[in-house]
């Protein structure tokens, strides 16, 4: 084979010329449809994503929307049950002042009769009305906490606040003997005052405490009113305020609403279930002839490139074997071959074993 080869003339060389230049070009061709392939590929991992991509868009889109449309609804008649239950609670705290109301009426009837009684008593007796008060009764006839309370604080005031207060408004800068004085000044007025008032208790006793038992009656009468006030608020019984209607409609409201929430429930089962695939199926249907394009174009490059592998492959063996161990792989370039080629054009050879010891004569005489 070896011998024949070199023996062979221009027809063998172009044939093996022929061969190398395919030989480079499906070399080429191969790299190229591996790009192709790479490309092929990416453009239809995008597409798959952007349709997944719209798939998970329009699904959460339409189930908002379906969310959207049942809290609408939902909201509506919550707003409207509140709006009743308002209602409802300012009706029964009507309905519970109108019992406490009714419930202390005769203590108030009491209590005022008892007033009238009062100030008829200062009124018979000459008293003036201005003792007539609470400070009063506090300071000349105590009894309770409350009326101690009402001492010491009188006393704070007048002990401490007003000398304090007269001080600093008339002697800031006197000294302590301002001070003393401003004591001495509201001792004087006040403890004169004390003492004044005190002889109307001495002079209208008798008739001061008939009308102290009596300030303490509408006080109690106030006690009693407060706890039966307290005990209606504490009242969980609330048969007695007619508020039947109120609850007939929030529970009208209430089961709606409960409805409502269960078709909800529903409706987004099933379109977890079913709408959903329906959604899916309709966007893949609307996306399969371009990704199909886009799969043919694939599979015609992938096709190209195995084609061209296995005769590249085939094309690589049969000059490995036929030719590189004969001529060299260094002479199977194209310009070597095309130079052998002119060479036995020009006569230099005749075959192309005489043509490669011309090229390498050639060589020779050049160095």
């Known amino acids: 084979m070896g011998r024949n080869i070199l023996q062979g003339g221009i027809q063998e060389i ?10 480079n070009e499906r070399t080429q061709q191969k790299q190229t449809l591996q790009e192709k392939e790479v490309k092929a590929e990416k453009s239809i991992s995008q597409k798959e994503d952007a ?11 339409r189930k908002a929307q379906l969310e959207a449309t049942f809290d609408e609804q ?17 009706a029964k705290k009507k309905a519970m ?37 609470r400070l009063f009764f506090a300071l000349y006839f105590p009894q309770g906490m409350g009326d101690i309370g ?42 004169g005052l004390y003492l004044v008032i005190g002889k109307t208790k001495y002079k209208h006793l008798e008739a001061l405490n008939r009308v ?12 009693r009113q407060r706890k039966i006030k307290r005990e209606i608020m504490k009242d969980k019984d609330e ?5 039947e209607e109120f609850d007939k409609e929030i529970g009208e409201y209430k089961e709606a609403i409960g409805e ?34 886009l799969k043919a174009e694939y599979d015609e490059v992938y096709r190209q490139g195995k084609e061209n592998m296995e005769k590249l492959n085939k094309l690589s063996v049969t000059i490995s074997t036929e030719y590189e161990g004969v001529i060299g792989k260094e002479s199977l370039k194209v310009s070597k071959l095309e130079e052998m080629e002119e060479a036995m054009k020009a006569g230099n050879a005749k075959t192309i074993g005489e043509a490669m010891e011309f090229l390498a004569s050639a060589d020779s005489d050049s160095i």
């Open 14 to 23: 172009e044939k093996i010329k022929e061969e190398v230049m395919e030989l």
């Open 150 to 191: 009402i001492i010491f604080l009188t006393l704070a005031i007048t002990f401490f606040a007003l000398p304090f207060g007269l001080y600093y408004i008339l002697f800031e800068s006197g000294g302590m003997l301002y001070l003393a004085l401003s004591y001495i000044l509201v001792i004087l007025v006040f403890g």
């Open 97 to 133: 002042l109108q019992r406490a109301d009714e419930e202390t009426a005769d203590f108030r009837s009491e209590a005022e009769e008892l007033h009238l009684a009062g100030k008829s008593v200062f009124k018979q007796e000459h008293i003036p009305g201005l003792y007539n008060n």
């Open 51 to 61: 349709i997944e991509d719209e798939i998970k868009k329009v699904t959460k889109q």
């Open 239 to 243: 048969s007695v305020y007619d508020l």
């Open 260 to 293: 409502l929430m269960e078709q909800k429930n529903k409706a987004l089962v099933e379109f977890d279930h079913t709408t959903a695939e329906e959604i899916k199926q309709q966007i893949k249907g609307a996306n399969e002839e371009a990704l199909k394009a």
């Open 74 to 90: 939902i909201d509506s008649l919550t707003e409207k049950l509140k709006k009743v239950e308002s209602k409802r609670e300012k």
């Open 212 to 223: 102290r038992k009596m300030r303490r009656e509408i006080e109690e009468s106030k006690k």
